[in-house]
T-cell receptor, first 111, second 114 residues
Framework: GNSVTQMEGPVTLSEEAFLTINCTYT??????LFWYVQYPGEGLQLLLK?????DKGSNKGFEATYRKETTSFHLEKGSVQVSDSAVYFC??????????FGAGTQVVVTP | GAVVSQHPSWVICKSGTSVKIECRSL??????MFWYRQFPKQSLMLMAT?????????EQGVEKDKFLINHASLTLSTLTVTSAHPEDSSFYIC??????????FGNGTRLTVT
């Protein structure tokens, strides 16, 4: 079945630093891959997605590329802001709709 | 670690009937619970947010009378899909947290309406 391994947090970094959160998956077939973000006090929301190999999802300065050869979907942002402080979840969803979330990575950005 | 139990994991029902899905926090008090639905290969869609003891807050476009949410205690929230139709078939997922603690997810319920 599906599984997702996500980098453990918390990740603490200064404003304008480069952020990478690693995510690798195992799945049969070709799942869709998502990153979700949970800001303090709010519910989960979709950050970006990629549905096939080599697709790049991007939103709010974040990017992630669907790498079939390494079964990875690492999240990156070149210059983080304090407002990016949140918990980030990687998700793999197969063609049946069965999802598998990573454990979540807390990111703390300090001024 | 904290566990959220969602039940049932898979349910098939006939069109026009109602289905109840339970979400329980097993070792923490879930002051807030979230309900989502997910279609195959699509992203999660937040349906509603419920705080214990108060009415759920529904996202725009979600029918309150069709998707009844009850959060009667600090460990249990239920989602009832009333008068289900085939287009209601999808995965329903709950998540829960205690105040500002991280979210914990249930394993999801696959609903198939025939």
């Amino acid at each position: 079945g599906n599984s997702v391994t996500q980098m453990e947090g918390p990740v603490t970094l200064s404003e304008e630093a480069f952020l990478t959160i690693n995510c690798t998956y195992t799945a049969t077939g070709y799942p869709s891959l998502f990153w979700y973000v949970q800001y303090p006090g709010e519910g989960l929301q979709l950050l970006l997605k990629a549905t096939k190999a080599d697709d790049k999802g991007s939103n709010k300065g974040f990017e992630a590329t669907y790498r079939k050869e390494t079964t990875s979907f690492h999240l990156e942002k070149g210059s983080v802001q304090v407002s990016d402080s949140a918990v980030y979840f990687c998700d793999s969803t197969d063609s049946w709709g069965k999802f598998q979330f990573g454990a979540g990575t807390q990111v703390v950005v300090t001024p | 670690g904290a566990v959220v139990s969602q039940h049932p994991s898979w349910v098939i029902c006939k069109s026009g009937t109602s289905v109840k899905i339970e979400c329980r926090s097993l070792d923490f008090q879930a002051t807030t619970m979230f309900w989502y639905r997910q279609f195959p290969k699509q992203s999660l869609m937040l349906m509603a947010t419920s705080n214990e003891g108060s009415k759920a807050t529904y996202e725009q476009g979600v029918e309150k009378d069709k998707f009844l949410i009850n959060h009667a205690s600090l460990t249990l929230s239920t989602l009832t899909v009333t008068s289900a139709h085939p287009e209601d078939s999808s995965f329903y997922i709950c998540s829960a947290r205690d105040r500002e603690s991280p979210l914990h997810f249930g394993n999801g319920t696959r609903l198939t309406v025939t």
